[in-house]
């Protein structure tokens, strides 16, 4: 698969961005946020912020490290 993708210039596609990992983010920390709602009626918390970063990590550690997925992590972090 990657030698097609390469051989056609379409290997950019399988590269991990900071775009998906963004994603995967953000849906986890509106995920996270709505079931700890609780926290914001305590004054509010980081642990919503801090799962986020959790899963996020995990997503790029399954996909692979590399230098752009791990440039991303740093962004988020």
């Known amino acids: 698969?990657?030698?097609?993708f390469r051989d056609t210039g379409?290997?950019?596609v399988l590269v991990l961005s900071g775009y998906q990992i963004s994603l995967v983010y953000m849906l986890s920390y509106a995920?996270?946020?709505y079931l700890l709602s609780l926290c914001r009626a305590w004054g509010g918390c980081s642990l919503p912020r801090v799962l986020s970063l959790v899963?996020?990590?995990a997503f790029v550690a399954i996909v692979g490290v590399e230098a752009s997925s791990l440039r991303?992590?740093?962004a988020l972090g």
């Not at 698969?1 to 097609?4: F, I, K, L, P, V």
């Open 1 to 4: 698969t990657e030698r097609a």
């Open 72 to 74: 991303a992590m740093l």
């Open 10 to 12: 379409l290997s950019h």
């Open 31 to 33: 995920t996270f946020s």
């Open 55 to 57: 899963v996020s990590a």
